[in-house]
């Protein structure tokens, strides 16, 4: 869009300035053209040139543009690169803050997870899927949520059964204990088969008392 072309055969021209002869001369005497000229006023041209054949006899080809038109297509390309430039990088920006919310907000949910399942909420779960590294971490912490609350099924159960053998030993306990007090004294076998049983749930509550010590301390890896 910027070139000029001329063909000839050396004896015509159309159109063209006078000093493209001496080109034409160069080019059918080297073969080959590449030169700046410079006019005067500042201006410059670039020459192109090329020796051929055009219908069966010697002709020339020449390129040839201005060197101020040069500038300006160089100066367009640079605004343009620029331009390309700032457009890019603004994509890039928005695409990073997009990118960079989503891995936030992931990670402030898990977090949130882990700190209710620190507070004693086992049914917290983040609910994250992904494919990628922060979505097996979600499925990790759903795992662990999982097994906090069959472990606080199993301490519950276990709670309410000691409970109930605490309360049923003591019941014992404080039962036979007025009954020997009250009914039995006198009767030296039936308060020593009274004070016998008395002993013997004593020594059921020690003993769970002692099993109590033993998973305590196989919990704190003693």
Request: no cysteine; net charge negative; glycine share 8%.
């Amino acid at each position: 869009a910027y070139s000029r072309m001329l063909i000839t055969n050396g004896h015509e021209l159309q159109n063209e300035e006078k000093n493209l002869k001496d080109k034409i001369a160069a080019v059918f005497e080297k073969g080959t053209l590449g030169e700046i000229v410079k006019y005067p006023g500042g201006n410059s041209k670039i020459y192109i040139g090329a020796a051929l054949e055009f219908g069966g006899k010697p002709a020339a080809l020449i390129l040839y543009n201005s060197v101020t038109e040069l500038e300006a297509l160089m100066e367009l390309n640079r605004q343009q690169l620029l331009l390309l430039s700032v457009l890019l990088t603004a994509a890039a920006s928005v695409l990073s803050y997009l990118l960079a919310r989503s891995f936030t907000k992931t990670v402030k949910r898990i977090e949130e997870t882990v700190k209710e399942l620190a507070a004693g909420d086992f049914t917290a779960v983040p609910g994250v899927k992904r494919g990628d590294e922060l979505g097996q971490l979600s499925q990790s912490v759903e795992v662990l949520s999982h097994e906090l609350r069959r472990i606080d099924v199993l301490r519950k159960e276990v709670i309410a059964n000691v409970s109930h053998e605490l309360r049923a030993a003591l019941a014992l306990i404080s039962g036979y204990s007025g009954m020997v007090r009250d009914v039995t004294g006198p009767d030296e076998e039936k308060r020593n088969q009274n004070m016998d049983l008395i002993i013997r749930e004593a020594r059921r509550l020690t003993g769970m008392g002692d099993d109590i010590i033993d998973y305590s301390k196989v919990q704190a890896d003693y």
